[in-house]
């Protein structure tokens, strides 16, 4: 099993429906983040977690909302989702004190 | 100005030739940088990291700092056609935390 596992791997869904994107790792890592990827614009950062009871914004946290139900389990969501959100997603981990990710193999996010 | 800068490319080299692929970054007191490899639609690699000035070699690879100039640099030898691949420089922008921006990356094109 890989450690930091994606779900789904792609999917398609329409405008203003909600659709949460899942990672989960067995690195016991406790740094957790969501980027993005659009072509020409390389990976920005979503959202950010230290730890359980933190969560920070990135630099374009604006329509999505994240969860860390547990240290190995960060969720986001796309309450409403419009198609400027298509894009590849990724999910990333790294333990503390420490600047090496663990890439998932990400999510192909269609919004139609 | 964007907090870590790379040239879009394509890079086009022989095969055989040594590739040079640049990046600038904007925080003087960033500590750690890194290079990625990562294939299309695949999730980035790390291929070096390197935290001090100077010169760092691993196998083909070698990885440029220069803290002054705010300037890191790969060198790819001996270059192959499975080089082939979008190469991103990463650097931890805030000192003592573990975030990572990552640029634009450089697509890179090997051919025989």
């Known amino acids: 099993d890989a450690d930091v596992t994606q779900t789904p791997r792609n999917r398609i869904t329409k405008t203003g429906k909600r659709i949460m994107l899942e990672c989960s790792q067995t690195?016991?890592?406790?740094?957790m983040y969501w980027y993005r990827q659009d072509p020409g614009l390389g990976l920005r950062l979503i959202y950010y977690s230290f730890d359980v009871k933190d969560i920070n914004k990135g630099e374009i946290s604006d329509g999505y909302s994240v969860s860390r139900q547990a240290q190995a389990k960060f969720s986001l969501s796309l309450e409403s989702a419009i198609p400027n959100q298509t894009a590849l997603y990724f999910c990333?981990?790294?333990?503390?004190?420490?600047?090496?990710?663990?890439f998932g193999s990400g999510t192909r996010l269609t919004v139609v | 100005q964007k907090e870590v800068e790379q040239n879009s490319g394509p890079l086009s080299v022989p095969e055989g030739a040594i590739a040079s692929l640049n990046c600038t970054y904007s925080?003087?007191?960033?500590?750690?940088f890194f290079w990625y490899r990562q294939y299309s639609g695949k999730s980035p690699e790390l291929i070096m990291s390197i935290y001090s000035n100077g010169d760092k070699e691993d196998g083909r690879f070698t990885a440029q700092l220069n803290k002054a100039s705010q300037y890191v640099s790969l060198l790819i030898r001996d270059s192959q056609p499975s080089d082939s691949a979008t190469y991103l420089c990463a650097v931890n922008l805030e000192y003592n935390t573990d975030k990572l921006i990552f640029g634009t990356g450089t697509r890179l094109q090997v051919f025989p």
């Open positions: 690195k016991g890592h406790d740094r």
């Open positions: 990333a981990t790294s333990a503390q004190g420490e600047t090496t990710y663990t």
């Open positions: 925080d003087r007191v960033s500590q750690s």
